[in-house]
């Protein structure tokens, strides 16, 4: 347990100075903003890095091997291969507070599972994992409400409420072993 919370610690720490300083590469100098309040897009960048090594950290934690792709791979945040050797990927999605997840419909895959991050700047990160089936049902769950309720649906805009995510909370052994 003392591990796992230095692993977090550590990744927090990185995030919170993160969120204060941020560089800007002109030319061969560089200049430094300190405490200056981060843009919407930035803000996602270090929520996303956050979540992404947050996941990578747990996985190690669990003797998970974890690869980073870093963009090689599209739609795919880290490739995976359990303590026993079966290989999987995982796709990150990583919020600062409690909100809406948004992620593309895609098709179910056996070998694909999603793991949503709850990535506070203060506090411990809390890990959702589900199936891919999982997840692309409670999207189909938001676009039904959404439906029923009589408001607007724009597929390209589809995800699933905090809400629903919930129930998900910590379920590490939908991992394959």
Known sequence: MEEKEDVLER???FVSRCQYRYVFRLGDKMKMKEKEKLKSSEKQYFTRWAGE???GA????????????FGNAPRID???????????QVQVKSLSSGNFWLFSRRPVRKDLYYIFVLAPREGDMRFFILTS????????KYKEQIKESGGSYRD???????GQIKAYEDKWEKLPE
């Open 11 to 13: 990744i927090r720490s």
């Open 53 to 55: 090594l947050g996941v």
């Open 58 to 69: 747990e996985l190690s934690r669990r003797h998970y091997q974890v690869a980073y792709p």
């Open 78 to 88: 880290l490739m995976c291969q359990s303590p026993k050797g079966a290989s999987f």
């Open 133 to 140: 089936e999982e997840a692309m049902e409670e999207r189909k």
């Open 156 to 162: 390209a805009m589809g995800g699933a409420n905090w």
